[in-house]
């Protein structure tokens, strides 16, 4: 990759293109530090998403439209190929084993390669702008500053953006409508085998006690039978539920030098034989695991139709999924800079809420970038925090429209459990409870 280091890097002055800043601790407004124009230190996984698709169900159309519309996460890079639809038929979830053998048999894993190059699949010219411009997003101020004058600090920020390459995930939405016929009869099927129980305990009363009134029991339950459906239409609304399905791109260090030797080229090196290469091309995804998520009942305090519905109830169950994996896959977590810090409170402040899972519950460790001997990074443990209660920012889709509770805060508040001399810019990352 030595090679590719004399190339021109026209990107230094759009060092605050598409990253999320900090501040470099400008002023003490009370007792909180707040900074302002430093890059936050991290380095932010890749997404592609797919739906799966069951056309034939009820709803089919808008759950589609919702979903192509969908806001895409600021925790993430977008990384989306044009395939992202399975079109299945059925109100059952697609087979794992078939979606296993979707994602690994239509060239997603080579798509998701090539895009990282913006690699032209005509001509077969790469380029290396994304990776650098995402390996700026991981950059601090100080190492910006030195690649604009030195090779090494150019091959650095080479080096972290090809090192996110391995941070590339496919996320396999497999979207079901509830049924809310299905679950009425199931209800109404209920209230008329107890009013036949009861119909028949009547019968027995009226014979022992002679009042035919007895008799009677059970009628009101069978009759509220067949009202149950247009009830329960009425009172539970849209609903969904979701699996997930988590893979990673497979991506090693050597997989760099491999890549440049056998299939980058542009306008001024082109190679036939590296052109022809790349038909043999054999990237993989690597399934790692699974999370289902049923959407939650819905009351909203505004009035809203049902379209506005739908997108409220399949973007936050979206997001639920995505934070189930977190918690459960170490490596898909995110890593979110802290915001703001109070010391003299004990108090720290960091842009995630109820989007990303925040509860009353959670616990997150702080995180400090270091540097080995070797000259890699790795992070290290400095301090644990926990939200305030009442201090959680509703960050979820139109909340702040349907007049939640705390969607005007902008941030969540964490108490200080363990560290000091917390500043803004370290980074947080949940912890099981």
């Known amino acids: 990759m030595k090679r590719f280091f004399t190339l021109i890097i026209c990107f230094l002055s759009l060092t605050t293109f598409a990253q999320d800043t900090i501040p470099v601790q400008e002023a003490v407004f009370g007792t909180k530090k707040r900074t302002k124009n430093m890059n936050t230190v991290y380095h932010r996984s890749s997404l592609h998403n797919i739906l799966i698709f069951h056309d034939d169900q009820k709803y089919s159309d808008e759950i589609l439209e919702t979903y192509k519309n969908r806001p895409q996460s600021e925790k993430f890079n977008d990384h989306t190929l044009a395939s992202d639809i399975i079109k299945v038929k059925g109100a059952k979830y697609l087979k794992s084993k078939k979606i296993n053998k979707y994602v690994n048999n239509n060239d997603i894993a080579n798509a998701l390669v090539a895009k990282w190059f913006n690699r032209n699949e005509a001509t077969g010219y790469c380029d290396m702008e994304l990776i650098y411009r995402r390996g700026l997003e991981g950059a601090t101020t100080e190492e910006i500053e030195t690649a604009g004058y030195t090779k090494r600090g150019k091959s650095l920020l080479m080096d972290m953006g090809t090192d996110l390459i391995g941070n590339t995930y496919v996320l396999a939405h497999d979207i079901v409508y509830i049924d809310k016929g299905e679950r009425n009869e199931k209800v109404a099927g209920g209230f008329k085998a107890f009013g036949e129980i009861m119909k028949a305990v009547g019968e027995v009363a009226a014979q022992v006690t002679g009042e035919q009134a007895y008799a009677d029991l059970g009628s009101a339950t069978d009759d509220l039978s067949k009202l149950t459906a247009d009830v329960v239409d009425d009172f539970e609304g849209f609903r969904v539920k979701i699996k997930t399905h988590l893979y990673r791109l497979d991506w090693k260090d050597a997989d760099n030098d491999f890549f440049f030797e056998n299939y980058y080229m ?168």
């Open 266 to 433: 542009d306008a001024e090196s082109y190679d036939a034989a590296k052109l022809e290469a790349w038909k043999k091309a054999n990237y993989t995804l690597t399934y790692v695991g699974s999370q289902e998520v049923v959407s939650a009942q819905t009351v909203l305090k505004n009035k809203w139709d049902l379209k506005a519905l739908i997108k409220i109830v399949l973007y936050r169950a979206l997001d639920e999924s995505v934070v189930k994996l977190q918690r459960n896959y170490e490596e898909f977590k995110i890593k979110e800079p802290i915001y703001e810090v109070a010391d003299s409170l004990g108090l720290v402040y960091a842009k995630i809420g109820l989007k990303e899972g925040v509860s009353k519950n959670s616990k997150y460790e702080v995180l400090e970038r270091v540097e080995t001997k070797e000259g890699d990074s790795k992070y290290r443990k400095v301090g644990m925090l926990k939200p305030v209660d009442d201090l959680i920012w509703d960050n979820r889709y139109m909340a702040l429209e349907d007049g939640q509770p705390n969607a005007e805060l902008g941030y969540t508040t964490f108490k200080v459990t363990q560290g000091k001399d917390l500043y803004p810019g370290l980074l947080i990352r949940e912890v099981k409870f």
